[in-house]
């Protein structure tokens, strides 16, 4: 089934707004719908338009899955409480983690990820809360590459012909699947979301995960967390529309204190797009990859940082 894309152009944030708040009220209807905050810009305006359209008929959680960045699932939970939205934060590390282990396939570890999503926690939730409808923020690029066989997103389900309510026990609504990412920007904007959603760069929904190739392990994780961090921080005022650290599977030949070192490489990707179907890396200066380098080598373990030069396609913009 075609998705017919609502472009920029054509978008009116406010009647958009009004019209998914009318559909998720009478798809809902007297009932319970629970959604994932993960504090990107698709999954904050899916909980907005939710709790516009629900108040507190909507469950809002926060799933810690151990593959987040920095301190990221306290300071999203505290935002949007502070905006009045409720949000319930799930422990679910030892799942993922478990669910991960000893899984090296990207797809194997896409799968797993969301099967752990979708039927072990959620479903959890789902029998707990009652709830018989999902919120996610699936949008028009996750649908198109899952179909072309680029690579499997985890919130493509219904897409896929996977029926959600034999399968996990409830029907999944999708409100932003019309829209690429600066649509999306904009209806957040609308919706009065602060800049640090609204012009924040694209997260994967697999998380760190879909930036460590081979094992994700929480050793791997907390590597890639912490240049995440840096490459964040250094290239936060770049203009760039998405920047990323990622963590290689073999050891490469490092030199420490006159020894020689067998340690992990660091793979730096910045990329210059509008919406993530074409992109080019970003022509930093010299000086600034200098800099993320002598940052990301004092990372323990890191011997080495690369900077990606090759465009999408052949490249994509995530590793995994």
Known sequence: MEIPEITLEDLNPSDFIAAQVRA????????????ALSGGVDSSTVTMLGHRALGDRLRTYFIDNGLMREGEPERVVALFRRMGVPVTLVDARREFFSALKGVTDPEAKREAITQTFYKTVFGRLVRESGARFLLQGTILTDVEETVAGVKRQHNILMQLGIDTEAAFGYTVIEPLIQLRKPAVRAVARALGLPPEVTDRPPFPGPALAARVIGEVTPERVAVVRAATAIVEEELSGSGAFQYLAILHEDRVTGLRNGRRDFGLQIEVRCWDSQDARTGRPTRLPYETLERLAARIATIPGVVS????????????????
């Open 24 to 35: 998720i009220s009478e798809t809902v209807g007297d009932g319970l719908a629970i959604n």
């Open 305 to 320: 940082v690369t900077y990606n030069i090759t465009p999408k396609p052949p490249s994509t913009i995530e590793a995994v």
